[in-house]
């Protein structure tokens, strides 16, 4: 199987079948800091990798919350994304 990695960025080549969690050991990486994709599905740690599997790994990455920053015409910039802002509204009763 074809191992997609970052940090650094890397392709390596892995033997299988072997469960995710065994190619995480193999290439010492930490089970509970890593997240494990083939294709587009997230998989579990038990589920078995085959040859021809192309398996990409990418660290479990959190923090705290970003100061947004306004960017006009109500939108704002918030890490990578761009937010729309509403406007409150207020309903009689």
Do not use: F
Request: aromatic share 2%.
């Amino acid at each position: 199987m074809r191992v997609l990695l970052s940090h650094p960025e890397r392709s390596v080549e892995i033997k299988g079948p072997k469960k995710a969690k065994d190619v995480l050991r193999e290439l010492n990486l930490v089970q509970e800091a890593h997240l494990v994709i083939r294709g587009d599905e997230l998989i579990t740690e038990d589920e078995l990798l085959k040859d021809g599997d192309l398996v990409e790994i990418r660290p479990v990455i959190s923090g705290g919350s970003i100061e947004p920053q306004a960017r006009g015409n109500g939108l704002w910039a918030i890490g990578k994304s761009i937010v729309a802002q509403c406007k409150p509204v207020a309903y009689r009763l």
